[in-house]
């Protein structure tokens, strides 16, 4: 313990809090459902309508946003949420050294800019074509670059403790039985393509574009790869990269995944490809794990699995990557000349990642065995909601932190924007060259998805 502290180094550190507050949640979800003593539901809008001419399929699926505002069980979620986080956030805060008496209205305001986003993003239309992140990011950034941010808010805005927050409840729906499910194919795709993308993307931005900045180069590239987001938030930390450097790679990340989201199953269809080799083009290609989701659903169930699959697949090798990432920094990139001990690399490794994987683990080698496929998936059900609102809390941040002068200057004449769409062409390529080689039925027996 340091002079003049009361709380420890260990627990003042964002990763190792991140840590704690989404085990808490695991934990309390695991009660809640196990159990079934309490309700521990996160908030969420129901689809709503500004009055749009709907299918009945469509129209069954819809809930007045009037009678969603109403009812006192929406209220009593957004309480639970709000709560539960907020208490939780605000706790980490003072353990950090910050000011609960500024953190508190601070959090209380970047709640509700974050409920009015989950609010615009279940309208019927704008949910069919635009998920929460874009919308959360959208509206930090009108804020900041026209009213701009009040001073009183700004204590909220910590967007790496949030989405480390995030990713550490995401690793619970990370589970290694899909790689059974899948089998070899599904790593043929996910975890061969990804690493080769990234050497190509960092070879092709140092190299070729010659970008200076390698922290923007390997985020831009594993968020490309992998999960978009999810794992430039982990990049970004092991390679020490710049607040500006994850803006702009969430930005760049998020517009094309829209883009991809609604034009890739359309090029699809129109190649006549099957289901389960559609699916798995879109699970190795599409940045977000929610826009894969609509993305496959839109050819189909067998393609909406198949997509899935091969995004979760893809999703385990964030912890690994990060790792390494921070292991190439510290020994190549940054070294400048001395011997770079265990200790560079642990202090540089992002500690959440722990986190995530000790998730996963629980769930894949604890939970599922014990309690079976179904509870896990109906913890993940009520965790979904929780690390929802700890991203939209983050992309909101991200927003509102972010000013538009800076993220031109960031792109350094375009190089940043060739970059990823150079290499996301190139992910695209090889990643149909590998669906093609493993599930066309040419080389190998097509496999049957449950």
Do not use: H
Not at 12 to 40: H, M, N, P, S, Y
Not at 122 to 135: D, G, I, K, P, V
Not at 384 to 395: R, S, T
């Amino acid at each position: 313990m340091e002079k003049g502290k009361t709380v420890p180094a260990f627990w003042g550190k964002e990763d190792w809090q991140a840590i704690w507050i989404g085990g808490i949640v695991i934990v309390i979800a695991c009660i809640a459902v196990l159990t079934k003593a309490f309700d521990f539901s996160a908030v969420k809008f129901a689809t709503w309508t500004l009055g749009e001419n709907l299918s009945e399929a469509a129209a069954a699926k819809v809930v007045p946003l009037g009678e969603q505002l109403g009812a006192w069980v929406f209220w009593r979620k957004f309480l639970v949420t709000f709560i539960t986080l907020g208490a939780l956030f605000t706790i980490g805060v003072k353990l950090q050294g910050g000011s609960v008496r500024k953190y508190v209205p601070a959090i209380i305001g970047l709640f509700v800019i974050a409920l009015v986003v989950r609010l615009i993003s279940a309208e019927y239309t704008l949910n069919r074509y635009l998920e929460w992140a874009f919308w959360a990011l959208l509206v930090g950034l009108l804020i900041s670059n026209t009213v701009g941010v009040p001073n009183w808010l700004k204590p909220a805005i910590k967007t790496e403790f949030y989405i480390k927050t995030g990713l550490v409840v995401m690793g619970f729906s990370v589970l290694f039985s899909n790689i059974a499910k899948f089998g070899l194919y599904g790593l043929g795709i996910a975890w061969i393509v990804t690493p080769i993308v990234i050497l190509f993307m960092w070879w092709f931005g140092t190299k070729v574009l010659k970008i200076g900045n390698k922290p923007l180069v390997i985020t831009m590239a594993t968020a490309t790869s992998v999960c978009g987001t999810s794992a430039a938030i982990a990049t970004a930390a092991a390679s020490n990269a710049k607040k500006n450097d994850l803006s702009i790679t969430v930005s760049i990340s998020i517009i094309f995944t829209i883009i991809m989201m609604v034009l890739e199953p359309v090029i699809i269809k129109a190649c006549g490809m099957s289901q389960i080799m559609g699916g798995s083009l879109i699970g190795g290609t599409v940045d977000s794990t929610g826009a894969v989701v609509v993305a496959g659903t839109a050819l189909g169930p067998e393609a909406q699995q198949a997509a899935v699959l091969v995004k979760s697949i893809q999703n385990i090798l964030i912890g690994f990557i990060a790792f390494f990432v921070a292991v190439f920094f510290a020994t190549k990139v940054d070294n400048t000349g001395a011997k770079v001990g265990a200790g560079e690399i642990w202090y540089r490794f992002p500690k959440f990642i722990l986190g995530f994987f000790i998730a996963s683990m629980v769930a894949s080698f604890l939970i599922q065995p014990l309690c079976g496929a179904d509870q896990v998936g109906a913890i993940n059900k009520v965790l979904d909601q929780y690390k929802n609102w700890a991203f939209v809390l983050a992309f909101t941040s991200i927003g509102l932190d972010t000013n538009f002068k800076e993220i031109v200057k960031q792109m350094q004449g375009g190089k940043v924007l060739w970059l990823y769409i150079i290499g996301q062409s190139f992910n695209i390529v090889l990643t149909f060259f590998a669906v093609w080689l493993l599930l066309s039925g040419n080389f190998f027996p097509i496999p049957t998805l449950d």
